[in-house]
């Protein structure tokens, strides 16, 4: 008989857990007309225990179907066993290296390992057909393990398809590996359940015992999950595929029960509890699938903002993205804009997003005196001003982006033209000094002609057009062709005042 510990992995805030877990959490998340499957075969030859053979083979097959109208998006493959690990394995003779390694100590005589790694490539190369797990011999069946009918091997590949006649659902991937107590209650967190019809959970487990079910209970939200005549309500880990209906899975599960009668609409939560007497079960992965037809906004500010010089006026320019998304992101979405949290500007979308598109846009910024010139921006897209929103999302995590703003406290450079031609044409009519007008606000033009005599004076508002409004010509309307001299003081600190020469043609 094996003794009286068990294992049990969960996807979410764990209120109890032994000090050998290693907390399972979100892997992927995929939105679209989703679903998915899962194959894969024990390598045991018989359920094991006590005085049973301990022999385990080093592969085995499953095969995979998968429609003509059904796309594969991703696939994961899993492998476990009892001992140290076996971490070099093939699979359809392609070598094969984890992405990532579990682990779990009973006691100091016994260890168990998990695996992972994506292979999603594979899949959507080799598509519907046998799957072929070859090379993990590194299976500890010693004594340790064989008395106590702990000894196991297996693997599963989940895969992620997509399927037009499907309803938009999100599916969420989770993994770990967790230790259980005699009785666990999990918080399932972070669910925004808006249509219960087709909802689903899955489990991959190891080791269950067909055989063993003292006081074995699965429950969510305090009902009993079952799956009849594959799993029981008494018995949920004992060696069973819902998938295929296969039921000699020797120490392993691959397990989906509906919970569409266990959750309501509007849910954000759920709990989970688990009990067992006896069985030693090791759940590797957790996946659920809910209808979720929600948009994700997300915001991506560009790199730089733009701003003139000595100006305290900038310029975003921004995406609004609606990619991991089942549903439209509304136009008039409001985007608040914040400087080290105070509200400085707001938006809105100004279309409809639709699912997997982006929309680029801008605004202009004006930025109060006593605000430092260095500061950090944040731009939140469904942000009333007030951290409230208007929409619900499948993520309300994604929603801001940041950037370090430093505005310009030099002045662009100035370019002097040596002549121009007020002819009336259009072009070239005034003097026009780049980097100037607008900029140097309370900047101040003389113009001096070749004797000397001031004929003009200017400012950021009186530009030069070749006429006179000093001395004895200050009614005239033109001067003549010629070379005319300027000083211009700019009147800004640090800038000593400019010379030089214009010449005036017509």
């Not at 764990?14 to 894969?40: C, V, W």
């Not at 055989?211 to 079952?226: D, H, I, K, P």
């Amino acid at each position: 008989m094996k003794p009286l510990e068990r294992l049990f992995m969960c996807c979410f805030i764990l209120l109890a857990s032994n000090g050998f877990s290693q907390p399972i959490s979100m892997y992927q998340q995929h939105n679209g007309r989703y679903d998915y499957t899962a194959i894969g075969n024990t390598l045991n030859t018989s359920e094991n225990g006590a005085f049973t053979n301990c022999s385990i083979l080093t592969g085995s097959s499953a095969n995979l179907n998968i429609n003509s109208n059904q796309t594969v998006i991703a696939a994961y493959l899993y492998w476990a066993g009892s001992g140290d690990g076996d971490f070099e394995i093939n699979l359809n003779n392609n070598p094969i290296t984890p992405d990532r390694t579990f682990s779990y100590e009973l006691d100091e005589n016994r260890k168990f390992f998990a695996a992972f790694t994506d292979i999603s490539q594979i899949v959507q190369d080799h598509g519907s057909g046998t799957y072929t797990l070859t090379d993990l011999d590194n299976i500890n069946i010693s004594q340790n393990y064989c008395s106590t009918g702990t000894n196991f091997a297996g693997w599963s590949i989940v895969v992620v398809y997509e399927d037009e006649n499907l309803p938009l659902n999100q599916i969420n991937i989770y993994d770990g590996l967790e230790a259980v107590p005699e009785a666990i209650t999990i918080q399932l967190d972070n669910l925004n359940v808006l249509d219960v019809d087709g909802a689903k959970i899955g489990f991959i487990a190891w080791e269950g015992d067909s055989s063993l079910a003292v006081n074995e209970s699965l429950r969510m939200n305090g009902y009993l999950l079952s799956n009849p005549p594959l799993n029981p309500q008494t018995n949920a880990f004992n060696g069973t595929n819902s998938f295929t209906g296969q039921s000699n899975l020797y120490n392993m599960d691959i397990d989906v029960y509906d919970i569409q009668n266990t959750i309501n609409i509007g849910d954000t939560s759920a709990t989970i509890e688990l009990t067992s007497g006896q069985d030693l079960v090791m759940v590797n992965n957790i996946i659920t699938v809910l209808n979720s037809q929600l948009p994700d906004a997300t915001i991506v500010v560009s790199d730089q903002v733009e701003s003139s010089c000595f100006s305290r006026t900038i310029t975003l320019n921004y995406s609004v993205l609606n990619l991991n998304s089942t549903a439209e992101i509304p136009a008039g979405t409001p985007i608040a804009f914040y400087r080290d949290g105070v509200l400085i500007a707001q938006a809105e979308t100004e279309q409809t997003i639709a699912i997997g598109e982006t929309i680029e846009s801008s605004i202009s910024i004006d930025i109060n005196p006593d605000v430092p010139e260095d500061f950090e921006l944040t731009a939140a897209v469904d942000d009333d001003g007030t951290g409230n929103g208007m929409i619900n999302e499948i993520n309300e995590d994604n929603n801001t982006d940041i950037i370090a703003v430093e505005l310009s406290n030099e002045g662009c450079p100035i370019v002097v033209p040596q002549g121009f031609s007020p002819n009336g044409d259009g072009l070239n009519d005034w003097f026009n000094i780049q980097g100037l007008y607008d900029v140097f606000l309370n900047h101040k033009l003389l113009i001096y002609n070749r004797y000397g005599t001031l004929i003009f004076e200017g400012n950021n508002d009186l530009k030069w057009d070749g006429t006179s409004n000093r001395g004895a010509n200050s009614n005239s309307k033109k001067n003549p062709v010629g070379t005319y001299f300027y000083v211009l003081y700019l009147n800004e600190t640090g800038y000593a005042p400019l010379t030089g020469w214009v010449y005036l043609n017509y």
